[in-house]
Nanobody, 120 residues
């Protein structure tokens, strides 16, 4: 069983920055991909960014390209999301998630989420 714990959310003014962290624990932790997704009030959950655990290949949603950076520290089983130039539309609950295998079409482990609020 894998457990994910996010931290780093909060309130920031537009144009500011936040860094989210997601620490994973579990036996033989070696996921295929770790990712960040978000859900704003009244909207569906959407993909933000992901990184493959072994190759470090990164993917980003168009809405965050050039502003957000995903990274990982494999020794610490931790993934980060550096968010710069934040906009009010980035306000959401941000979730860390894992695709444990490449054959899994969906993320199969989720954190509890951390709230990010960006004021205008």
């Amino acid at each position: 069983q894998v457990q994910l714990v996010e931290s780093g959310g909060g309130l920031v003014q537009a144009g500011g920055s936040l860094r989210l962290s997601c620490a994973a624990s579990g036996r033989s932790f070696n996921p295929y991909t770790m990712g960040w997704l978000r859900q704003a009030p009244g909207k569906e959950r959407e993909f933000v960014a992901s990184i493959t655990w072994s190759g470090g290949i990164k993917y980003y949603a168009d809405s965050v390209k050039g502003r957000f950076t995903i990274s990982s520290d494999n020794a610490k089983n931790t993934v980060y999301l550096q968010m710069n130039s934040l906009k009010p539309e980035d306000t959401a609950v941000y979730y860390c998630a894992i695709r444990s295998k490449s054959t899994n079409p969906e993320y199969d482990y989720w954190g509890q989420g951390t709230q990010v609020n960006v004021s205008s």
